[in-house]
């Protein structure tokens, strides 16, 4: 029988357990997929430790690529034996096999192995929504990545760059540094040596256009205080907590701001958002523009290891657990 990480309480890594799990045949609309490797990403902690609530118990990831066993009744554009990959599935990725919507799955193109499809779509299409719609890139543009050696930063750094901004990066460390600026940082700002924002002035003199902001609570005001007039923050994830409530008035002392909280899901809601984004994702990789870093394999029996090692931020770029 088949084996998957799931939890029956919300809390630290510890609460993650290996279990056997049964897996059916697929129903309609589905596809029976078993993972060749599954993506890690700091949405699984938020999910494990209940700031993201679900029903208990649960599994856990969102991310993985394998090959297709099986298809369910209607299903015609996947069939078995195809290589997929897929990174807005619903919960349930940390598992040897899996049955799930056909729909949220990408045909994986042959230049893309298994581990880099795993670590790339969830990450991959967060930074095509978040570059090509939410806030659209422009060639002169000047941008704040915030964990620029991050899953998403490293991504993000190198397709802005590709579009034609002047990016600028944050990060914890000299080697997260020297990491960020291989991957398209013109720009890199330490904030446990610098203040962010003063830093920003003195690259950009008016402020950057967007800040794109996945760390949260920590980085909310540097985010704000860097931006240029109405120019906007996008905060997109908390790492380090969720920002706090603050008063609305703040945006117009400060310029004219605007702040947005977007996910992948509102930007992938239909069966074409969802492939227009990993279409623009496999484009941009196989151009050799963007280079998917994974850094960090672990076996999917030791996801709890993975979990302490990402939120310690031990970890760059992205992180595949194997099956």
Known sequence: MPHAIRFHQTGGPEVLCWEEVAVGDPAPGEARVRHEAIGLNFIDTYHRGGLYPLPLPSGLGREGAGVV??????????????????????????????CMPADRLHKLPDGIDFKTGAAMMLQGMTTAYLLLHTYPVQSGDKVLIHAAAGGVGLIACQWAKALGATVIGTVSSEAKAELARKHGCDHVILYTQ??????????????????????????FMASLDSLRRRGLLVTFGNASGAVPPFDPLLLSKKGSLYVTRPVLDHYSTTRAELLALGNALFDVVLSGKVKIEVNQT???ADAAQAHRDLEARKTTGSTVLLP
């Not at 099986?70 to 040897?96: N, Q």
């Not at 003199?205 to 980085?219: I, L, Q, R, S």
């Open 298 to 300: 672990y076996a999917l």
């Open 194 to 219: 610098e203040d962010v924002a003063s830093r920003v002035r003195e690259i950009t003199a008016e402020g950057v256009a967007v800040v794109y902001d996945g760390v949260g609570k920590d980085t």
């Open 69 to 98: 066993e099986a298809v369910g009744e209607g299903v015609t554009d996947i069939k078995p034996g195809d290589r997929v990959a897929y990174g807005t599935g619903p919960l349930g990725a940390y598992s040897e096999v899996r």
